[in-house]
């Protein structure tokens, strides 16, 4: 009998193998108000069960324009919680909302870091086993960025689209 205890761990190992993700981001950032810029982006996530992903999103756009006149660049943290809406389908569509923390560089503003948040949706399609191609909206709020002079906090509503390749480990 112990030597079937190794094979009741392969299903396991299957599954595991399919618990993880890694996803690219490249898009088009529209804060309100302010220059359309680039996003990029890398998200790490791990199935929770078969239709809710936790995840850590790692990006970078800027925050430029705007009155008053703000140049800068948001590196930002998300941790993100997605919601797969037809799992087992060739298109999946899917929800999430994350909270983070952005760090900010750059003229117009006294803020160094601000809290983030972020609600989006999108729909993806199987390229193959492991690999997807997703399109997402996504609205993040960069809240109480603090203008030149410090004195009044802003948030700054940044809507974006982008592409996305998917691989799952």
Excluded at 97 to 116: D, E, N
Aim: no cysteine; proline share 3%.
């Amino acid at each position: 009998m112990k030597s079937l205890r190794p094979l009741l761990l392969l299903p396991l190992a299957a599954v595991a193998a399919q618990a993880y993700t890694l996803e690219l981001e490249l898009g088009k950032s529209h804060p309100t108000g302010r220059q359309d810029s680039n996003v990029v982006g890398l998200t790490v996530a791990t199935q929770v069960n078969e239709s809710f992903s936790l995840g850590l999103n790692l990006n970078s756009r800027g925050l430029v324009g705007g009155t008053p006149a703000i140049d800068l660049d948001a590196r930002t943290a998300f941790a993100e919680l997605t919601y797969d809406l037809n799992a087992r389908g060739g298109i999946r569509p899917f929800v999430g909302a994350g909270v983070g923390y952005s760090w900010l560089s750059g003229t117009g503003s006294t803020s160094k870091s601000v809290l983030a948040t972020d609600v989006f949706a999108g729909v993806r399609f199987a390229l193959s086993e492991n690999l997807d191609l997703a399109f997402t909206v996504k609205n993040a709020q960069f809240i109480g960025v603090k203008d030149s002079t410090g004195a009044n906090k802003n948030t700054i509503t940044d809507w974006s689209q982008s592409v996305s390749l998917r691989l799952k480990f």
